[in-house]
């Protein structure tokens, strides 16, 4: 079965840019999503189409699909950004997550 | 604005049957694919199934765990989505989010506050 696979963990200093990976066999053939959840929240779409961010989401999230990696790139982290991330893409008429990245702001 | 309200949530014995609803509002309900994603506590996003609109067949799509026990289904008269939930297990025990989804990208938009189900004896 497909899998996605994301870093358990990424830190960031505040002002940097925080990167997120996330990778699948010819991923970059497929429309990958990113979601942000903090705790106790549902999660939030953040980026969709590889690097379309919906209405309301900062400009300084961004996001790419090539090859085998999608990445999600957060510019001039904040500590608001502090949350997990999870990927997403559909393989045939399954929707799969990545098992998400849990991104540190310190 | 779109909000999806999810309830039915429950404590339940292994074995047993629940039905989740969701409550969709501010888009056209009719022409929306709908989507459940669950969330085991302390664990990531697991993808239930989804269900297309009646105009593209009305049809659904389910994860393998839960595929012949569980039957997503749709009222569109009523703006409801559901979740019917048979011989539920322990591994079942999840926070349950409604969501929609693009039908075009496959994008899950929106999503609710989630329905708390706990299979336990």
């Known amino acids: 079965s497909y899998e996605l696979t994301q870093p358990p963990s990424v830190s960031v200093s505040p002002g940097q840019t925080a990167t997120i990976t996330c990778s699948g066999d010819e991923l970059g053939d497929k429309y990958a999503c990113w979601f942000q959840q903090k705790p106790g929240q549902s999660p939030v779409l953040v980026i969709h189409?590889?690097?379309n961010r919906p209405s309301g989401i900062p400009e300084r999230f961004s996001g790419s699909n090539s090859g085998n990696t999608a990445t999600l790139t957060i510019s001039g982290t904040q500590p608001m950004d502090e949350a997990n991330y999870y990927c997403q893409a559909w393989d045939r008429s399954t929707a799969i997550f990545g098992g998400g990245t849990k991104l540190t702001v310190l | 604005e779109v909000q999806l309200v999810e309830s039915g949530g429950a404590l339940v014995q292994p074995g047993r049957s629940l039905r989740l609803s969701c409550a969709a509002s501010?888009?056209?309900?009719?022409?929306?694919?709908m989507n459940w994603v669950r969330q085991a506590p302390g664990k990531g996003l697991e993808w239930v199934g989804r269900?297309?609109?009646?105009?593209?067949?009305?049809?659904?799509d389910y994860g393998a765990p839960v595929k012949g026990r569980f039957t997503i289904s749709r009222d569109d008269s009523k703006n409801m989505l559901y979740l019917q939930m048979n011989s539920l297990k322990s591994e079942d025990t999840a926070v349950y989010y409604c969501t929609t989804l693009d039908s075009d990208y496959g994008s899950l938009d929106y999503w609710g506050q989630g329905t708390l189900v706990t299979v336990s004896s």
């Open positions: 189409q590889n690097g």
């Open positions: 501010g888009f056209t309900f009719s022409s929306a694919w």
């Open positions: 269900i297309r609109s009646k105009t593209d067949g009305g049809t659904a």
